[in-house]
């Protein structure tokens, strides 16, 4: 299981990367240039000025990494095959298994639609969440 973790991580870094790069550029420089005439210290104008405004590019990133969490069947069918013994076996495989290999067609499609109805779940439970802690200019 770590090297799934590892493996996960690191295909998705560069993704994160890229992005916050691109939300930091947005960021306007005449706010940083107030809080320094102000006496705002490096750690104060991050907390008050850069967290803000990245905070709905957290909020996207937060919301695609629980969905893509919930689709790394390739990953663990490529590395582990759901193994050793059954320790790596996450929903989306547990699907493919009773789908495709024991051909239970019914289970797995009512697997499927708990898995959906889970991350629907999650991302409304980060959508109300995200009306009081993400800043919007």
Avoid: C, H
């Amino acid at each position: 299981m770590p090297a799934l973790i590892i493996m996960a991580i690191w295909g998705g870094i560069g993704y994160s990367a890229v992005i916050y790069l691109a939300a930091l550029q947005d960021v306007p420089q005449d706010l940083y240039e107030a809080a320094e005439l102000d006496g705002a210290g490096a750690w104060t104008a991050f907390r008050r000025i850069t967290l803000p405004f990245l905070s709905p590019t957290s909020f996207f990133l937060l919301v695609t990494g629980f969905i893509s969490a919930s689709q790394t069947f390739g990953m663990i069918n490529l590395m582990t095959q759901g193994g050793p013994g059954r320790s790596t076996t996450v929903l989306s495989y547990y699907v493919y298994l009773n789908g495709f290999q024991f051909y239970k067609f019914g289970y797995a499609a009512a697997m499927a639609w708990v898995m959906f109805v889970g991350v629907l779940a999650l991302t409304l439970i980060l959508w109300i969440v995200q009306r009081r802690a993400v800043y919007y200019e």
